[in-house]
């Protein structure tokens, strides 16, 4: 396939979708205070943090599995 063409899709369901794509960002692990704890608990915390679409962007870029493994440090 990548002989005929640069760019191929080897699934050939054109209605596949990525099985780990951003589902809850309310998931999102967060490092604030030196205490961990899920995105949804932090925005309660900040009353309605500002940031959700940065925090959705960063979710949309490393998908749901790392969203949940990484810490995003917030101050």
Not at 25 to 36: K, M, N, Q
């Amino acid at each position: 396939m990548l002989e005929n063409s640069r760019y191929a899709r080897f699934n050939q369901d054109p209605d596949a979708g990525d099985p780990r794509v951003l589902k809850d960002v309310g998931r999102a692990l967060v490092l604030y205070r030196r205490a961990v704890m899920p995105y949804a608990a932090y925005s309660r915390k900040r009353k309605g943090s500002s940031d959700e679409a940065e925090v959705q962007q960063y979710g949309g870029l490393v998908g749901q599995d790392c969203i949940e493994r990484i810490l995003l440090y917030r101050t």
